[in-house]
């Protein structure tokens, strides 16, 4: 069974930092292109980044020059750098992977989950 585990988040000021990750658990054969996606209070799930797995990235206009998305393959691991926070930021984040596990299924799998806020 694939599975994201997410680590990071908490709350940071504004104008500060904070970094997740996400590891993908399980029989894995790739993963292919990764993401983060966040959810705010009262709206919908948004995204955030992508990355493939050549290293292409994707940005949301609103987190542009500010957050960075990266991974490393041989850890099938994700992250993201969040910096220069705004209080407009605070979101439940999610990981996402698109993954061909280990009997050749392709998958689209969701983290649980972390909580970022942050206060002004």
């Known amino acids: 069974q694939v599975q994201l585990v997410e680590s990071g988040g908490g709350l940071a000021q504004t104008g500060g930092s904070l970094r997740l ?6 029989s ?3 993963a292919h292109t990764m993401g983060w996606y ?3 209070p009262g709206k919908q799930r948004e995204l955030v980044a992508t990355i493939t797995h050549a290293g292409t990235t994707n940005y ?15 850890k099938n691991t994700e992250y993201l750098q969040m910096n220069s926070l705004k209080p407009e930021d605070t979101a439940v984040y999610f990981c996402n992977a698109a993954v061909t ?12 989950g972390t909580l970022g806020t942050v206060s002004t």
């Open 21 to 26: 990750s996400c590891t993908a658990t399980g």
């Open 28 to 30: 894995i054969s790739r």
């Open 38 to 40: 966040r959810q705010a």
């Open 60 to 74: 949301a206009d609103s987190v542009k020059g500010r957050f960075t998305i990266s991974r490393d393959n041989a």
């Open 101 to 112: 596990t280990g009997a050749f299924e392709y998958l689209e799998v969701w983290g649980q």
